[in-house]
């Protein structure tokens, strides 16, 4: 629901700030006076193209800003969400024009794009009237309209199962079609590929061991030199360290039984005896498992040279080498077994083609049905909305295909073109004078026309459609005396499932307001302005009036008032 409606600096009107209640707002106005101001900034917050010429003269920007309350309402809160905007039971949507040419939109004071603007837009806000946001004159949403009268929502989920099983498997198809030259240019290069990779088979971290394992072969004389040389002179040379700290020792032992204080000195040396017959130990022991392998070490330096080698083909590195292997083979395996691949597939596709023809053939049925019964309803309620000799059609079409293309499904052994909601091509046509052809709703003329078949749709799906402000732009256009009150009660009627805003020149819907507001223009010092505010009882009397009469009020023309009013409830 709108609750509230800022309008700042555009055309006529200098700033004003509407509230709306629920039920039927009505507004009334003389001509030229702003009326339609309102619906076109209306139009501009929920996404409409705008230029900078509707910037009021003299200001810098047009601002126009609605609160609605959409406490309950889902769909906003998931869009919302899933554009990481944060939901308060408030929604507030700001638009800006500047004289510069920026256009911004915000979401509850958030920077937004005008296409998320106009999507959230499209989920509060119906407008019909004589502009072109009028979701009747497109025909793509005329089986909408049908779906919700004859709630087949249940139908429309199975046919839709089926719908994007076979989607699925068509891009699934087609992906494995748009490979297939490649593949097979590829599939003798890959094959000798894979031979030349798994010739030389490399292991993950081999390379980085045998250059280890190679520096020690290629050092082993020199470590068996060295190794050697320690061993003799730590131990088993002439005058090796060993013999020495035994002489050393020999002496300490002397000196202690002369003084025992050097106990301590000859246990510490001891200890320095024992380290050094360990290293000796360990010299003779790595020493001793030194071999000198010419042999070994040549092989060694061939795989290393036969890795490197394909390292610098296939990457730099084994790691990238096995990356590229497992590439190449899943594309070879795909290359040799791409026929069956493809026959498997198409016998799928063969079989869902059937199961969503019958799903669809089933969603076609009930919509011939439910057809009948909208279309009696349409004209009864055209007939008493004053078009009495309205004739109004479900046109119900399926597209055959006799080409060799595969965007169609199977029903009968025929094959037809479908779509997201089936096989059904949906419009309404219709005849609103005696004696005339039915033609495209699309191409009716008349706005007022237009707008009363759209309150008569509206008023038959009132319990079905989800949208909760609908706006009418003189939807009474064409009309008047007892035509005028029904439209008026139909109105009535539609604000019980729906926030309705109307603008309109007739006494007999004026007066079945829940909410009237007065559009007026004044001069004030060389300037035209514009303004608005809601009317008290009292004032929504000598409003009503001057709607019957004109401006001049006379007790004639306000007891009539009072009265029609009286009597229209």
Known sequence: MLKSLLIKDYALIEQVNVEFGKG?????????????????????????????????????????????????????????????????????????????????????????????????????????GQHEHQSLLRVETHINFLDEFGKIG??????????NRLSGLSYELKSFQDKESGLKEKKDINSYQIKEIDSVLPQEGEDERLTNELNLLENSEKLL????????????????????????????????????????????????????????????SYNSKIELESEHLEKIRERLSELNLIKKKYGGSIKSILEYRKKIGEEFDIAENYTAKIETIEEEIKKVREYCGIAAEKLSNKRREIADNLEKE????????????????????????????????????????????????????????????????????????????????????????????????????????????????ALKSLSEYHQIISITHLPQIAGLADYHLAVEKKITGDRVISSIHKLNAGERVKEVAKLLSGENLTEASLKSASELMNQIK
């Open 378 to 489: 349409v004209q009864q309620e055209l007939n008493f909305l004053g078009i009495p000799n309205a004739f109004f059609r479900v046109d119900i079409e399926h597209e055959q295909i006799d080409n060799n293309l595969n965007n169609y499904i199977v029903i009968n052994d025929q094959k037809f073109k479908y779509y997201v909601n089936g096989y059904d091509r949906i419009e309404f046509f219709i005849s609103t004078n005696l004696g005339e052809d039915l033609k495209p709703l699309v191409k009716v003329a008349s706005g007022g026309e237009i707008s009363r078949i759209m309150l008569a749709l509206k008023t038959i799906l009132a319990k079905n459609d989800k949208l909760p402000l609908l706006i009418f732009d003189e939807i009474d256009t064409g009309v008047s005396g007892r035509i005028a009150q029904r439209v008026g009660h």
């Open 225 to 284: 030199e060295l190794t050697t040389n320690i061993y003799q002179n730590l131990y088993d040379s002439k005058n090796s360290v060993y013999d020495l700290l035994s002489k050393i020792k020999n002496d300490l032992e002397e000196v202690k039984n002369i003084d025992k204080s050097f106990g301590d000195a000859l246990n510490e040396f001891e200890s320095a005896t024992t380290f050094i017959n360990d290293v000796s130990d360990f010299v003779r």
């Open 24 to 128: 039927l707002n009505i507004i009334t106005g003389e001509t030229g006076a702003g009326k339609s101001i309102l619906i076109d900034a209306m139009g501009l917050l929920l996404g409409e193209r705008a230029s900078n010429e509707v910037i009021r003269k003299g200001a810098f920007k047009t601002v126009v800003e609605g609160i609605f309350d959409v406490e309950n309402n889902f769909k906003i809160k998931n869009i919302l969400k899933e554009n990481d905007l944060e939901f308060f039971p408030e929604l507030i949507i700001r638009r800006e024009i500047s004289l510069k040419g920026a256009n911004r939109c915000f979401i509850n004071d958030t920077p937004a794009t005008l296409s998320l603007t106009k999507d959230i837009g499209n989920l509060l806000v119906d407008m019909h």
């Open 154 to 163: 249940s139908l429309l989920e199975d046919y839709r199962e089926q719908y």
